[in-house]
């Protein structure tokens, strides 16, 4: 059997364009942090699985990953293939006949190596995935043909013999004097007499400072070609083990070409789990919360815990936490229509939402604490531009003219994000208008979520179900999405209490301030 | 490494200064006391024989220094003892000084101020870090041979310490090493030297091993040994030394350093990074002694002034002591001078002898011109000399530690009666009262002068009066007669009742015949001042109506 690619493509991923969805969901803030800011492994997030297998395939890859302890294997294998990758094209460029061969030697070694080591990691592994199992069985129809065999042990044979022998270089009334030697010869040097009371330079150095970490800097490292200084002393070199170079030249002959792309692009898509396992470690030390999604089509969707991953790392970074939220569509709701005061979390609840269904279809964890997400064809979403400054037909005609292909061509079972819609609109026009855009996307069984300041909406249809944002005792803010039809009255004075600058508040506050001066 | 004379157990860094050490400076005039410790007299058969020129560096150590007191007991004799070993072994301190001022300056001229720069440039940072190695490594011997030489002489636990330290911070061993790294990569700095006749060049001598790793480039350097060797120079072109290269070049498995331009680049890479690399290791040693001489220049320089003020006495005849420190409400003193003074005027002034036991408020009240300010000054000057460590002009002086000192002088331009003058007045004693401790002494010259007597009278009662019963020491030279009359009576009162009120009263003494000595003497305070004096002169006996006949 063969093994074509661990995220399940049809052909490998060439820079695709960013769905639209990303920036209303900040998901395009999250994958800065996830990708670090590299734009390949970005692509691969960038690209929408097809069909609910291919979410499914790379789910249980990523489980794999999570629970098998794969990632310091996988990483291993990608550090060290882009390593062999620079050995080639060093291979590849270098002018000199000789050193080609040699960087051949190396280049095999590590190939060979690399392969051999993943392997044999995949297989204490035991991996239960799909993905995984192929390309174990792939990996060991490679590593036991006789060809891999003979490459890994003359690469191997040739490089632990050069790297067995010492060069000796004695600079001295300006002549440079080569010498090679091997153990045997190392045991006679400890006979020398003329030799100082240190063994090395930088033991009589230590006495100085032997904290200090400064290196020795090698003039020759700074090119790969060799410099005439080098080809002076492998001149000499060659002349002392003529019998190693004839074989190093054998294998370049034998074998110079031998690397199977399929690995080279396994290391390539591996960054995708990679980038994404790093993330989430990094943000369950700091306290987040991940889960792997239940798919079941079959149940309802729902999650407990949900908050909004890019909100999170926001706040992280300014001490503050997150609220999280549960919630669950009932067996017969397609939509959410949530209302509730300004500033009360409903953008934030329906961005997390919308997260919650991509990253679940890219196969990933999730930020909650427990979900179950059905398949989704796509994920459509509409915001509201608030900067604009547009006249309020200019902005309601923006609005409709961004709407208006998102329902011409929408899949069916779409997931839906729709953040204020008609806002200039006059509530009489504004109702009849979103609740044809609802009453659209449930005919075409999407789900998804609306949120609105008119609660009037959640009248739409029997699959229509009413949220709203609360607030406190006090009444304020506490961010809490509850399923409640409740109508939006505005909340100025909520808002100048939460700060304290209520006439009986700041009174108090000033006379604290004026007894500390 | 540590220089450790100043203070037993830190160096000079971040130590606290008095409050409003400006105000000190000036209404002490300490500038003139900085300025005669930068110099020196020289003199010869007990004679003066010239005064050098002022040593700015020591004017402006005394200025640093002079203003951070000490605040014990023990701080005061460990700076005492070493004073007297360096008046003892005056060719010590003197020689000790000057190497620390050469390397500094040396040290300069490599460039210190411009800081640690960068590695940028391979080549500048080698040199430098040669030189001023080679610069250290140079001065600390000389310095350990100093101490060593006088340590036997030495009765201060700071000299004794200091010269413990260096022969064990810098013993035989590290300077034997430290000189054969020098050697070792001499061949970078060191150009041609004549010897015997003959020119010799030094040259490296490097062994090192490595490994051929892919594509065979030279890699796992290891530095077997690096040195230098001196050898006859010859020119290239010469015969000889083209028969020299001939042999040479006949030796097996080996090329020339000079075999190609390309080699000849990479060879003087190498040498570059073996030199940097050798030299990075002593950033340590360079960071461990560029504060211990920074800080050796500054602490001798100190030292240095002490013995040049000893000779600015020994010039006026006067008397030198080391303080003795008391109970804080005492203060003695035997033929104490207005050091000051004595150098400005180049006179022996005179003295006053006092015994000012338990009490915390002194107010001294007199006529002008009758020694009264130069009384305080007295006072003040050697408080600050003896809380610096140092000898005070005296034959005997012996007060308690005042870390919190303060000097409020209201100055003869200043006392032009002028509310923005009293405000500015009031200010400043406001912000001493908050920078108040039970360590304090308040030397107030005239306070308060600035507005009518009756006004100034009442502002100093209430100040003084609530600071006394505080705890602060205060030695006051006023006019302000109502006041010192009212503090007087009360006082008075308190001891009919048996009580100490703590308070003492001094004038300057007048002779029978109205001759002033310009001594101090402890007395009722005189109720009349310049002015009835004047009034007597000019007019006649005026009537006091307070009963009393004068």
């Known amino acids: 059997m063969g093994f074509e690619s661990i995220l399940d493509l049809k052909e490998p991923v060439k820079g695709l364009t960013e769905p639209a969805f990303f920036l209303d969901l900040n998901i395009d803030q999250i994958l800065e942090k996830v990708t670090l800011g590299n734009r390949r492994v970005r692509a691969y997030y960038e690209y929408f699985p097809l069909d609910a297998e291919c979410s499914e395939y790379r789910r249980h890859i990523y489980r794999d990953i999570r629970t098998k302890g794969l990632f310091e294997a996988l990483t291993k294998y990608t550090d060290n293939y882009t390593e062999f990758r620079e050995l080639e094209r060093k291979k590849k460029e270098t002018r000199g006949d000789i050193q080609k061969t040699v960087w051949n030697i190396y280049a095999i070694k590590l190939y060979t190596e690399n392969l051999l080591t993943l392997y044999s990691d995949l297989k204490a592994a035991s991996p239960e995935s799909e993905g995984m199992t192929d390309l174990l069985n792939y990996l060991d129809k490679t590593v036991s043909s006789d060809d891999f065999k003979d490459k890994y042990e003359r690469a191997e044979a040739l490089s632990a013999e050069l790297d067995a022998l010492d060069v000796r270089v004695t600079y001295e009334k300006g002549r440079i004097s080569v010498d090679v030697s091997d153990a045997a010869d190392r045991e006679k040097e400890e006979d020398d007499e003329d030799k100082p009371s240190y063994a090395t330079y930088e033991e009589f150095l230590d006495f100085f400072d032997k904290d200090n970490e400064e290196e020795f800097v090698n003039p020759f490292a700074k090119v790969f070609e060799l410099t005439g200084f080098e080809q002076e002393v492998v001149k000499v070199v060659s002349k002392r083990i003529p019998d190693w170079f004839k074989r190093a030249e054998k294998l370049y002959d034998d074998c110079s070409e031998f690397e199977d792309t399929c690995f080279l692009r396994l290391a390539d898509e591996l960054a995708f789990y990679l980038s994404f396992y790093v993330f989430e470690t990094k943000m369950k030390e700091i306290g987040m919360e991940f889960c792997e999604p239940e798919c079941d089509n079959q149940k309802n969707i729902e999650a407990e815990g949900l908050y909004d991953l890019a909100l999170a790392i926001v706040n992280h970074d300014k001490g503050?936490?997150?609220?999280?939220?549960?919630?669950?569509?009932?067996?017969?709701?397609?939509?959410?229509?949530?209302?509730?005061?300004?500033?009360?979390?409903?953008?934030?609840?329906?961005?997390?939402?919308?997260?919650?269904?991509?990253?679940?279809?890219?196969?990933?964890?999730?930020?909650?604490?427990?979900?179950?997400?059905?398949?989704?064809?796509?994920?459509?979403?509409?915001?509201?531009?608030?900067?604009?400054?547009?006249?309020?037909?200019?902005?309601?005609?923006?609005?409709?003219?961004?709407?208006?292909?998102?329902?011409?061509?929408?899949?069916?079972?779409?997931?839906?994000?729709?953040?204020?819609?008609?806002?200039?609109?006059?509530?009489?026009?504004?109702?009849?208008?979103?609740?044809?855009?609802?009453?659209?996307?449930?005919?075409?069984?999407?789900?998804?979520?609306?949120?609105?300041?008119?609660?009037?909406?959640?009248?739409?249809?029997?699959?229509?179900?009413?949220?709203?944002?609360?607030?406190?005792?006090?009444?304020?803010?506490?961010?809490?999405?509850?399923?409640?039809?409740?109508?939006?009255?505005?909340?100025?004075?909520?808002?100048?209490?939460?700060?304290?600058?209520?006439?009986?508040?700041?009174?108090?506050?000033?006379?604290?301030?004026?007894?500390?001066? | 490494m540590n220089v450790y004379l100043l203070y037993k157990d830190r160096e000079w860094a971040g130590i606290k200064k008095y409050y409003d050490a400006k105000s000190i400076v000036q209404d002490l005039g300490l500038k003139t006391l900085y300025t005669n410790a930068g110099k020196d007299v020289v003199f010869e058969n007990g004679s003066v024989k010239n005064i050098k020129d002022q040593d700015a560096f020591i004017y402006d150590t005394m200025s640093k220094v002079m203003v951070a007191p000490l605040v014990s007991k023990d701080e005061i004799v460990y700076r005492q003892e070493i004073i007297k070993d360096c008046l003892n072994n005056e060719d010590f301190i003197k020689q000790l000084y000057t190497e620390a001022g050469r390397i500094m300056s040396e040290w300069d001229k490599l460039g210190r101020k411009s800081g640690y720069t960068g590695r940028q440039d391979l080549a500048a940072w080698a040199e430098k870090q040669i030189h001023i190695t080679e610069l250290f490594a140079g001065g600390l011997t000389v310095i350990k041979g100093l101490l060593k030489k006088y340590r036997s002489s030495f009765e201060s636990e700071g000299l004794k310490a200091l010269a413990q330290r260096i022969c064990i911070e810098f013993d035989d061993e590290y300077e034997k090493n430290i000189e054969k790294l020098i050697k070792d990569v001499s061949f970078y700095t060191k150009g041609n030297e004549d010897k015997d006749g003959n020119v010799y060049t030094y040259m490296p001598k490097i062994r090192f091993k490595g490994k051929l790793k892919a594509g065979l480039k030279l890699e796992d350097i290891v530095l077997l040994d690096v040195d230098s060797e001196s050898i006859k120079y010859r020119n290239p072109k010469s015969t000889i030394a083209k028969i020299v290269e001939f042999k040479n070049s006949l030796t097996p498995n080996s090329f020339s350093s000079k075999l190609t331009p390309a080699i000849e680049k990479q060879v003087e890479a190498f040498e570059q990074n073996i030199v940097n690399y050798a030299m990075s290791f002593t950033r340590s040693f360079i960071e461990k002694f560029s504060n211990f001489f920074e800080q050796l220049l500054l602490q001798t320089a100190f030292y240095r002034g002490a013995v040049n003020l000893r000779h600015h006495m020994k010039r006026s005849g006067i008397e030198y002591c080391f303080p003795t420190v008391c109970d804080n409400k005492n203060l003695s003193f035997i033929e104490l001078k207005e050091f000051v003074m004595c150098m400005e005027q180049r006179v022996n002034a005179v003295g006053n002898t006092c015994s000012i036991l338990n009490k915390q408020l002194v107010i001294i009240t007199g006529a002008n011109q009758g020694g009264k300010s130069t009384f305080l000054r007295s006072v003040g000057i050697a408080q600050v000399m003896m809380q610096a460590g140092l000898p005070v002009a005296a034959e005997d002086f012996s007060s308690g530690i005042f870390p919190s000192l303060f000097t409020h002088f209201t100055r003869r331009e200043d006392s032009a009666m002028n509310s923005g003058r009293l405000d500015e007045e009031l200010g400043r004693m406001n912000s001493i009262i908050e920078n108040l401790d039970d360590r304090s002494l308040v030397l107030l010259n005239e306070s308060f002068a600035t507005t009518t007597e009756v006004d100034g009278s009442i502002i100093a009662y209430d100040i003084i009066k609530a600071l006394n019963e505080a705890g602060v020491k205060i030695l006051t030279v006023t006019h302000l007669l109502s006041f010192a009359k009212k503090m007087y009576s009360e006082s008075e009162e308190r001891s009919k009742k048996g009580e100490d009120s703590g308070i003492t009263f001094f004038c300057a003494e007048r002779k029978p015949d109205g001759q002033r000595t310009f001594k101090m003497i402890q007395s009722v305070p005189e109720l009349t001042s310049f002015g009835l004096d004047l009034y007597k002169q000019v007019i006649g006996t005026p009537k006091l109506y307070d009963g009393s006949e004068d």
């Not at chain 1, 909406?457 to 509850?482: M, P, R, W, Y």
């Open chain 1, 320 to 517: 503050k936490i997150v609220v999280s939220n549960d919630f669950y569509y009932d067996e017969k709701d397609l939509f959410f229509v949530l209302t509730g005061p300004n500033q009360g979390g409903k953008t934030t609840f329906a961005r997390s939402l919308g997260q919650l269904v991509y990253f679940s279809m890219m196969g990933l964890s999730v930020a909650a604490k427990k979900a179950n997400v059905h398949w989704f064809s796509d994920i459509l979403t509409h915001f509201s531009v608030e900067e604009s400054v547009e006249s309020g037909r200019g902005k309601l005609m923006e609005e409709l003219v961004r709407l208006s292909p998102m329902m011409k061509h929408s899949r069916d079972n779409a997931f839906i994000v729709i953040n204020e819609l008609f806002t200039t609109a006059a509530n009489y026009d504004a109702i009849i208008m979103g609740k044809n855009v609802l009453a659209h996307f449930i005919g075409k069984n999407c789900h998804g979520i609306y949120v609105t300041h008119l609660s009037e909406l959640c009248d739409t249809d029997e699959h229509v179900a009413g949220l709203s944002a609360q607030l406190d005792e006090n009444g304020i803010q506490n961010f809490k999405i509850l399923r409640k039809k409740v109508a939006y009255e505005g909340c100025a004075e909520n808002q100048i209490k939460k700060y304290k600058l209520d006439y009986a508040s700041l009174s108090d506050r000033l006379k604290g301030i004026m007894n500390r001066a």
